[in-house]
RNA sequence: GCCGCGUUCGUCUAGGGGUCUAGGACGCCGCCCUUUCACGGCGGUAGCACGGGUUCAAAUCCCGUACGCGGUACCA
């Protein structure tokens, strides 16, 4: 059963999906669902110098990745597919844009196909007296800027004062704005903003907040090149569309009356809006992809994806930075979060990235996951970094054993180097402390016994067995022996269990690499 | 500058007039477990921005200040 509820997550394709944006596409996705409602992808491409080819491929790959497949949206191979995606992996080739058709009634879903539409309702706007043409050159907007600039006001607006100085069909005489059109002049379509009004709204996150109309601008709806602002294109398509609940950023906020007013003269019920604290830089201030990186974080989705993050744990991660349960449940499954997801819940501060509580969540989600699973994501990569042709059995005792010391999948294959390659040397601090007198004989002695075992012997409880009676004869510490062992053969003093890492290794490659530790530290 | 929004441990948060000597989690520190390191378990550290009100009572309501953030484009 489906509810009236309808969300829309509308990024716009000028880059990469940012963490942000992946945030606010999960609040609508979380809301979406648990009013058994729709969620839709609407893509907002107005802007044409800043059009990024790859963006909108980016989107669609991410979103999919991170389990919020959009139930309405553009045409595209991906969003046709059946809905799982590879972890990890880059799927561009694989699934170019098509052309199929679109999911969902409501198209398009890309605004650069639906210009007639905002002409139609800035037609409207401009016949009904709230809106008007504007002839004005970027050089005489800037001019006028500087005319009326004064330290109190460094940057004047387009507004009330101001446009009566101005070139534009509140100005011009009526044949002159017809003669303009009519041989095609360059020109805009702006709202005229009342003054001396208030526009109050309640904000499902914020209640109420209100604006004086003073204060704003004569917003341009319709660009010279045909295009429209995000302001036209987004109150008519959320309107077309019946979009019951916006939920944004809070960049958007200041914005929002302006939106009020046009579905005011469009004689439209406003939506539902929320506005979501924005998620900041551990330095303070939005988390832009500059201040991040500086900072060692990645913002863009791709990023997590590519490295192997746990989507789970991201999406687990990011719908705690400015929302919670309510109770104390740390790790919440999608299905769950769904359950539980109110907006006012929603916490009204920014909300800083901690990197490493996200390692923190990835840590648990993997090791959640089986080994084989694991195994089978980590083949490829082991294949790429020169691990030969390990197999997946071989792979899952890796797994195993490393699973609880690692924090990411990649990093199993640096914790678990030693596993196909013999130490090129020792960590120094290491086999300083733990090659003493009489250790050399010890390991020498160890070698000799294991030496005989056979391949159906060579096993950690037999491997354990020995070593332990051997220090007992020697009368020695358990560890005098067994961290010398270790760093014959790891390289390092610290790992996984020892005797499951030597049976892992195989007689052969245990016994050549004591004898060159033996020879080399001895 | 102007407009708007915000402010509970370092961080994410619970809490919405008395049950708060403010709870949980990450991090950090210590102890235990242990063949090392981890994992795990136990414990500790640390916070209501400030100043005025209102009230018998305020982290919670109101006002102001400070600070932070966002917006201030023919970008979204």
């Known amino acids: 059963m489906s509810s009236n509820v309808r969300v829309r997550f509308a990024p716009s394709p000028t880059g990469l999906l940012h963490i942000g944006g992946l945030r606010t596409a999960l609040y609508n996705y979380l809301f979406a669902k648990h009013h058994n409602g729709t969620f839709v992808l609407r893509i907002e491409d107005t802007d044409r110098t800043r ?108 507004d009330p004062q101001t446009r009566s100085t101005m070139k534009n069909s509140l100005t011009l005489p009526e044949n002159e704005v017809r003669r303009l059109l009519d041989d095609g002049a360059e020109h805009v379509v702006r709202l005229k903003v009342p003054s001396g009004e208030t526009v109050r709204f309640d904000d499902l996150v914020r ?12 917003q341009v709806l319709l660009k010279a090149d045909g295009m429209p602002t995000y302001h036209l294109a987004n109150v008519v398509d959320d309107h077309l569309m019946s979009i019951t609940h916006v939920i944004r950023g809070e960049e958007w906020l200041s914005s929002a009356p302006k939106h009020i007013l046009l579905y005011r003269y469009l004689g439209w019920e406003p939506p539902e809006m929320a506005h979501l604290p924005l998620i900041m830089s551990p330095g303070g201030g939005k988390l832009s992809k500059r201040k991040a990186e500086e900072e060692g974080i990645p913002v863009n989705v791709r990023d997590y994806r590519l490295d192997h993050y746990e989507p789970e744990a991201l999406v687990n991660f990011l719908a705690f930075l400015g929302w919670g349960p309510g109770d104390d449940r740390e790790f919440l499954t999608l299905p769950e979060m769904i359950e539980a997801f109110t907006l006012d819940r929603v916490n009204k501060s920014g909300a800083i990235f901690d990197f490493k509580k996200l390692l923190w969540f990835n840590e648990h989600v993997m090791r959640d996951r089986e080994d084989a699973d694991l195994a089978r994501e ?44 013999a130490p090129k040397e020792y960590e120094e601090k290491a086999a300083k402390k733990a090659w003493k007198e009489g250790t050399t004989e010890r390991v020498a002695k160890y070698r000799d016994r294991i030496a005989a075992l056979g391949d159906e012997t060579f096993v950690a409880p037999e491997l354990k067995q020995i070593l332990t009676d051997l220090v007992e004869e020697e009368e020695v510490g358990f560890g005098k022996l067994m961290m010398p062992v270790r760093v014959a053969v790891t390289g390092v003093g610290s790992g996984p269990d020892l005797f499951e890492s030597l049976e892992l290794l195989g007689r052969e490659e245990v016994i050549r690499r004591l004898d060159a530790a033996v020879v080399k530290l001895g």
Do not use: C
Request: cysteine-free; hydrophobic content about 35%.
């Open 378 to 421: 980590l083949q490829p990569l082991a294949a790429e970094k020169g691990w030969g042709d390990v197999n997946e059995r071989f792979l899952k005792s890796v797994v195993r054993l490393l699973k609880e010391r690692v924090s990411r999948l990649p990093e199993f294959l640096e914790a678990g180097k030693f596993y196909v390659e």
């Open 51 to 158: 059009y990024v080819e790859e963006a909108e491929q980016d989107i669609f790959e991410n979103l999919i990745w991170a389990s919020l497949k959009p139930d309405e949206g553009p045409a595209t191979a991906i969003m046709n597919s059946a809905g799982d995606w590879p972890r990890g992996t880059s799927v561009t080739e694989e699934s170019a844009l098509g052309e199929e058709k679109d999911t969902g009634s409501f198209g398009p879903y890309r605004q650069s196909k639906r210009t007639e539409l905002y002409h139609t309702y800035a037609k409207q706007l401009v016949d009904s007296g709230h809106a008007y043409y504007a002839f004005d050159t970027v050089d005489e907007i800037e001019a006028m800027r500087e005319r009326f600039r004064t330290a109190k006001n460094p940057t004047p607006k387009y």
């Open 207 to 218: 209640e109420s907040v209100s604006f004086e109309t003073d204060g704003l601008d004569d």
